[in-house]
Nanobody, 124 residues
Framework: QVQLVESGGGLVQAGGSLRLSCAAS????????MAWFRQAPGKEREFVAA????????YYVDSVKGRFTISRDNAKNTVFLQMNSLKPEDTAVYYC?????????????????WGQGTKVTVSS
């Protein structure tokens, strides 16, 4: 079992930055692909970014490319999402997912463990 806890969300003005963290316990993340998804009110959960176990493969949804950066520190069992130039449309609950595979997936159904989410609100 893997337990994931997200943190770092909050209220920020458009153009601002936030850094989300996802801390894992229970098992080392070194053999898990990790991802961030988000869910806005009234919408389905959508893919944001994913990173392979080694960090060698990284994927982003087009809407965040150039603004968000996913990274991981396997020694600290933590995954990060640096979000810059935030827009009101980035407002959502952000979830961290872990996939028992070295290969990152882009669909939420491919992930085995989830955190409780952290809320990000971007005001205009």
């Amino acid at each position: 079992q893997v337990q994931l806890v997200e943190s770092g969300g909050g209220l920020v003005q458009a153009g601002g930055s936030l850094r989300l963290s996802c801390a894992a316990s229970g098992r080392t993340l070194s053999r898990y692909a990790m991802a961030w998804f988000r869910q806005a009110p009234g919408k389905e959960r959508e893919f944001v970014a994913a990173i392979s176990w080694s960090g060698g493969r990284i994927y982003y949804v087009d809407s965040v490319k150039g603004r968000f950066t996913i990274s991981r520190d396997n020694a600290k069992n933590t995954v990060f999402l640096q979000m810059n130039s935030l827009k009101p449309e980035d407002t959502a609950v952000y979830y961290c997912g872990a996939r028992a595979s070295v290969v990152a997936g882009l669909d939420s159904s491919e992930y085995d463990y989830w955190g409780q989410g952290t809320k990000v609100t971007v005001s205009s």
